[in-house]
């Protein structure tokens, strides 16, 4: 039983000429798993995924946020580097703060994965950060006209 166990349960179709294939990829492992006892199958559809061109946009905005804001570090004004800065605007997008005890005493920002960040999610990161770079006057190296239309009916 642990070999059936140990395979992949998730199939998914990124659209209708593929549905077929992954019917029928679902329905050999369940074959095979109900050999040994009951099963149960779950069809749903699979948000929307962060694009290439959003994660693009996300990292040349802390490019730009980075080479031009200083933010308080420890009560000292400091630059900060494009993965501090991406802590801190997915925090401010969701509105929360995960923190946690220093190994060696402090505190420590815990991050938000953008990776498993839908569209709509990382729009409102992109937003934010629109959002906190034209109140400290940040040049963006791209305009925002250039975001497509689906990441600001997103935001």
């Avoid at 019917?23 to 290439?52: D, H, M, N, Q, W």
């Avoid at 005890?101 to 990382?122: D, F, H």
Wanted: net charge positive; glycine share 8%; aromatic share 8%.
């Amino acid at each position: 039983m642990t070999d059936v166990i140990a395979k992949p349960r998730h199939f998914w179709s990124s659209g209708p000429s593929r549905v077929r294939d992954v019917c029928r990829l679902a329905y050999l492992f369940a074959t095979e798993l109900s050999v040994s006892g009951a099963i149960e199958i779950i069809v749903r559809p699979v948000k929307s995924r962060r694009t290439l061109e959003q994660n693009a946009k996300l990292w040349a905005m802390l490019a730009d946020i980075a080479r031009q804001v200083e933010w308080p570090v420890n009560g000292v004004m400091q630059k900060l580097d494009s993965e501090d800065w991406k802590a801190l605007m997915t925090a401010a997008a969701r509105q929360e703060v995960r923190m946690a005890s220093g190994i060696n005493g402090g505190v420590v920002m815990l991050g938000i994965s953008t990776r498993r960040m839908t569209v709509a999610e990382l729009g409102d990161v992109i937003e934010c950060m629109y959002v906190f770079g034209s109140e400290r006057g940040v040049r963006w190296s791209e305009p925002k006209g250039q975001m497509p239309e689906q990441w600001e009916a997103a935001a």
